[in-house]
Structure formats: structure tokens, C-alpha cells
């Protein structure tokens, strides 16, 4: 079996972490990632089918660490925010005065974005970031975002390599990625073929430097952030998953052998559908007291659920 690691082609002294069905998870000595064998992520079925249950509940506000980077944003930049999902942050942003514009290849997600936004329909692309950039030669951005979008990459090292040909001189990108040591992280999701690469500080600041970025900040998410996150997990999406039988979807345990659609025929999901709306204002308003009170129990336990870089071209 031949191993090369994806972010420095290391060949040597892996170590093996875990098996999760079909794929390995491997731990690289050089620059510190944790990396899938084989680098094969889901198809755009896989992924519809284990994000089911997430996209009937689309979120209007801004997660904790497209917060952190909009307050790291110089007034009146141009940004491009890739993997855009439902546009909370272009919608965000653009409220800020940005002149911001979102690029995703999820047909679903795009059609959530513009449904939410139709104010900013025109500033949501379909596609790849090769199409964009064989369709928008000439476009060059002062910012461009990636939020919980690299794990997901099957060449995050190529893909970061385009990415800079937008950019402009003094060009900055800003991503945020899963905390590989986070306590919820390596449970639910963070495997193949949903997650083929996990994260730290260490091969975060090992990808950038061979990238010819100069980072200027590297931190997490707040705790408190991350708790309440963890209890939206477990109180809410473990017990939503159980209920339909696709738990093992929302451990990431399907992969493209075994997934299926079925879900979205049952009668639960369509009540479900109908009635997220006023679930999503249940859901908000109950975690955040909860949080509150197991604050000063879980602290000890508790990690930023996400790490967040911001870097500047060399």
C-alpha cells in the first residue's frame, strides 16, 4: 500500500489512527494532519442523503467563526465567500457594507441562499472554483472566506493553490476548519467520506507556510460558543436523527454503498419540514439557557469547536 501525505507528500512513518469501514485515518509525522486513505469524498448524493435533517432547518444567523472573521475584515474589501452554504455570511456581510459575493456547488444550498436572500440572488454562482475561475478570469478579491469547507477536500493543497489566483496583491484568506481534539468533533461526523482531513494548529500553520502565506491569526472558537453547539448536537440532531432511523447518517457511518433518500418520502419528514420554522426558534431558545447553567460544570471539557486562520499572501 503506498501512502502520500496530501499536504507535504510525506511517504513514511504514518501512523494508523482508526479504521472507519472502507477507509483508514492516518496520522502524518511531518506537518501533523490526520488524513483519509483513500482521499475519496461523498458524492453530491452522499452528501444530500447525510445532510438531510440539517437542510430542512437553514440557519439565519451567523455561526462563531464567520463572526470572528467578519471582525477581522478591513471596511469596503471585496470578498468572495466560497462554500457559501445558505448565505447567512454574504447576507451578513453585505449588511456591513462588504461587497461580498458566495460561490457553492450545491444546487440545494444555492437555492436555500436565494430563497432566504432574495436581495442578493444575483451575488450567489453555482459551480466549482475551476468553473468560476474559467468563467471570471479577470475577478480578483481582496478577502476570500472558507467556512468548515477544506475537511472536505479531496486536494485541499491544489484547491488553496487556485484559490490565491483570485486574490489580490496583499490578498487575505480567512478559513475556519474542525478542531480535531475538539470533545464532540472526532464523535459525530469527522470521518470519511465526509471529513478526509482533520485538523490542529500545528498542520494548519504547516499548510500556510507551504502555501507562501504569512499568518496573522490562528485561534478557536470561544468555549461557550462550543458548548452550545455540543448541546444542539446532542439534545437536538442525535434525538431528530434517531427518531427518522438515520442515526448512522448523522455519525457519518453511510457511506456510497449504503446511503439512500427514503427519508424525505416518510410522513415524519415532511412534518418536520413544515414545522422547522418554529422548531429552529425552540431549538434557540432553550440551548442557550441550558448552556448557561452546564458552563461552569463542562468548562474543563469543553474546546473551540473550530480553529480559525487568517492569512496574508508573501
Wanted: proline share 6%.
Amino acid at each position: 500500500m503506498l501512502l502520500i501525505c496530501p499536504i507535504c507528500s510525506n511517504r513514511k512513518d504514518f501512523k494508523k489512527i482508526k479504521q472507519w469501514g472502507e477507509f483508514e485515518i492516518f496520522f502524518c509525522p511531518n506537518c501533523q494532519i490526520e488524513f483519509s486513505h483513500p482521499m475519496n469524498a461523498g458524492s453530491k448524493e452522499w452528501y444530500e442523503s447525510a445532510y438531510l435533517l440539517r437542510n430542512i432547518f437553514p440557519t439565519n444567523k451567523i455561526q462563531p467563526y464567520a463572526a470572528i472573521a467578519l471582525k477581522n475584515i478591513p471596511p469596503h474589501s471585496k470578498i468572495l465567500d466560497i462554500g457559501c452554504g445558505e448565505g447567512v455570511f454574504v447576507n451578513c456581510a453585505w449588511r456591513n457594507g462588504y461587497d461580498i459575493y458566495g460561490l457553492d456547488l450545491s444546487e440545494e444550498m444555492i437555492k436555500i441562499a436565494q430563497s432566504q436572500y432574495p436581495h442578493l440572488k444575483n451575488r450567489f454562482f453555482l459551480g466549482t472554483l475551476s468553473n468560476f475561475l474559467k468563467n471570471y478570469p479577470e475577478e480578483k478579491f481582496d478577502i476570500i472566506t472558507m467556512f468548515e469547507l477544506i475537511e472536505h477536500l479531496t486536494d485541499p493543497l491544489t484547491f488553496l493553490r487556485e484559490v490565491k489566483d483570485l486574490l489580490k496583491p496583499k490578498g487575505k484568506i480567512i478559513i475556519s476548519v474542525p478542531n480535531r481534539d475538539a470533545l464532540p468533533i472526532r464523535t459525530f461526523f469527522d470521518h470519511p467520506p465526509n471529513h478526509l482531513t482533520r485538523w490542529n494548529k500545528k498542520s494548519l500553520t504547516y499548510l500556510f507556510n507551504t502555501l507562501d502565506f504569512k499568518i496573522e491569526l490562528i485561534t478557536t472558537t470561544s468555549y461557550f460558543s462550543s458548548l452550545t453547539y455540543f448541546l444542539r448536537y446532542i439534545l437536538i440532531r442525535y434525538p431528530l436523527y434517531t427518531i427518522s432511523g438515520e442515526k448512522k447518517k448523522f455519525l457519518g457511518e453511510i457511506n456510497e454503498k449504503n446511503y439512500d433518500n427514503k427519508t424525505e418520502e416518510s410522513l415524519y419528514f415532511r412534518i418536520l419540514k413544515m414545522t422547522a420554522p418554529y422548531l429552529r426558534n425552540l431549538i434557540d431558545n432553550s440551548v442557550l439557557p441550558l448552556a448557561l447553567a452546564l458552563y461552569p460544570f463542562m468548562f474543563p471539557l469543553v474546546k473551540g469547536l473550530s480553529y480559525i486562520v487568517i492569512a496574508e499572501i508573501t
